[in-house]
């Protein structure tokens, strides 16, 4: 739904502000064309993140200095003490 309004409400502001202002198609165009970059870069950021190929998430498993996780457990490349 977020992509969607991302994508259509630039253009509808766009079409408002033309009526508003009577500049014919100028700002329904800037509108239309905004919004469709900004949902596409969305998209692409989401497709990424669903590919694994974006920046890495929030982890609640992160080490720490000692090698071990959140819960104490040795990461697989850690020695036991």
């Not at 630039?10 to 165009?29: A, C, N, Q, S, Y």
């Not at 950021?45 to 071990?68: F, N, Q, T, V, Y």
């Amino acid at each position: 739904m977020t992509i969607s309004l991302e994508m259509s409400l630039p253009g509808v502001l766009g079409v408002w502000l033309d009526r508003h202002w009577g500049t014919g198609v100028l700002f329904t165009i800037l509108g239309v064309v905004f919004g469709f970059s900004l949902g596409m870069l969305h998209l692409v950021k989401l497709a990424k993140s669903a590919s694994g190929e974006g920046p890495p998430r929030k982890d609640s498993s992160r080490k720490d200095s000692s090698g071990r996780d959140s819960s104490g457990r040795e990461g697989p490349n850690q020695e036991s003490d």
